[in-house]
């Protein structure tokens, strides 16, 4: 598989950090999977059969913030090798709370934690190196979830679930529109030993199929604010009563919209978790 990497530089009197925040979430909105902070800017990186140049012009002349002229320079990197160096030279060990390491086959094992996972991650999003795959995380790990039925909705790496699996969930399945994030997820499956992981390659109108004998007890959803959006109706109708859906992969601007079409669905507030900006809901179905 080929892929682009895209280096962004920019001028402006802003921080670069907000312009990296804001630049990616609209690269991650058109099919842009992987970014890495440089020392000027961002490189971003996409598939290339997700690659269109007219969705980027769209992207960077509707830029939200003022005064700010973005430049761009694009290079086709060929398939194999491009992962390896991705793997090696971004993807760090990542400790969440001194109690879960996520780390690849080929760094170190470390001691002394109660859940190590490993992914390879061959572009597939999800190696805790996103606020919002932490803070999903970290809401797995604070959850007692012997026995209980999850969907790992936009599961990338499907890290996620497979923390849910190795804290006790008795099945989880993870869909992704990817068919790359799916094969990955298969492959991180069999990797750290888990069973009872299903993966299914598609959107929102991949779940009702899967929860016509039991619904879940819980969603982890970590995609985007669109989608989430679009998309919140189908998993509230997968959830039990007293189920809960944990979402992120938003900012905590975007709070109040998301709860507002949350609660239109049945589903009530419980939690709330920010890091850096990004932000994370635990919405729970009424239990009548
Ligand atoms: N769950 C992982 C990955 C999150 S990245 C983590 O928490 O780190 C978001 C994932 O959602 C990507 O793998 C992307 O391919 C997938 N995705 C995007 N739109 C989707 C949709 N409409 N339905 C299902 N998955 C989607």
Redo the contacts with the bound molecule.
């Keep these: 598989m080929n892929y682009y990497e895209i280096k962004f530089t920019w001028e402006a009197d802003i921080e670069d950090e907000i312009v990296r925040d804001v630049l990616s979430a609209g690269l991650a909105e058109i099919g842009f999977?992987s970014f890495v902070d440089s020392e000027d800017g961002l490189t971003a990186y996409i598939a290339g059969k997700h690659y269109d140049e007219k969705k980027l012009w769209e992207v960077l002349g509707g830029f939200p913030l003022p005064d700010i002229h973005i430049l761009y320079d694009s290079t086709l990197i060929e398939g194999q090798d491009w992962n390896e160096e991705w793997e090696k030279n971004y993807f760090k060990p990542i400790a969440i709370d001194n109690k879960c390491m996520i780390r690849t086959s080929f760094h170190e094992p470390a001691e002394g934690y109660e859940y190590e996972i490993i992914i390879d991650p061959k572009m597939?999003?999800?190696?805790?190196n996103?606020e919002?795959?932490w803070l999903?995380i970290n809401e797995i790990l604070k959850t007692d979830l012997t026995g209980k039925r999850v969907l790992?909705?936009?599961?990338?790496?499907?890290?996620?679930a497979i923390l849910a699996l190795k804290k006790g969930a008795a099945t989880a399945i993870g869909?992704?529109?990817?068919e790359w994030?799916c094969k990955n997820a298969t492959e991180n499956a069999r990797l750290n030993n888990v069973r009872n992981l299903q993966v299914v390659l598609?959107?929102?109108g991949a779940i009702a199929p899967l929860a016509t004998e039991a619904r879940f007890d819980i969603i982890?959803a970590?995609?985007?604010r669109n989608?989430l959006l679009?998309?919140l109706h189908a998993y509230a109708a997968a959830l039990q009563p007293g189920a809960s859906l944990y979402m992120?992969?938003f900012y905590t601007h975007d709070i109040p919209v998301l709860r507002t079409e949350a609660e239109r669905l049945g589903l009530q507030l419980v939690g709330k978790a920010e890091r850096n900006d990004w932000a994370l809901l635990e919405m729970r179905k009424a239990t009548t």
């Design positions: 999977e597939a999003f999800g190696t805790g996103h919002t795959t999903m790992d909705m936009g599961c990338g790496t499907a890290v996620l869909i992704d529109i990817d994030a598609g959107g929102a982890y970590n995609i985007n989608i679009q998309d992120s992969g």
